[in-house]
């Protein structure tokens, strides 16, 4: 088998979590509403992490269009 094409995906990259299938927010499994959109569909599979303190004063937010401080999944599967 090539060691090239599709990555293998990785299931729960933090355990404990899940992400938002619509903002990408990741929270713990136990929330049901996400606190970033008020989105209810979530998923384990994600890939990436990136933290957001300021996103006023990022340029990484403003990029990806994040209003909200938290965590967010670089790719929801």
Do not use: Q
């Not at 299931?11 to 509403?33: F, M, Q, T």
């Not at 209810?40 to 990436?48: E, P, Y």
């Amino acid at each position: 088998m090539s060691s090239r094409g599709r990555r293998p995906v990785r299931r729960s990259p933090l355990p404990g979590y899940k992400a938002c299938r619509n903002c990408k927010a990741i929270v713990p499994e136990d929330v049901d509403k996400c606190p970033v959109c008020g989105g209810t569909d979530f998923t384990k599979d994600w890939m990436g992490l990136i933290i957001i303190l300021k996103p006023e004063e990022s340029c990484i937010a403003k990029r990806l269009g994040i209003t909200k401080a938290g965590m967010y999944a670089i790719e929801v599967l």
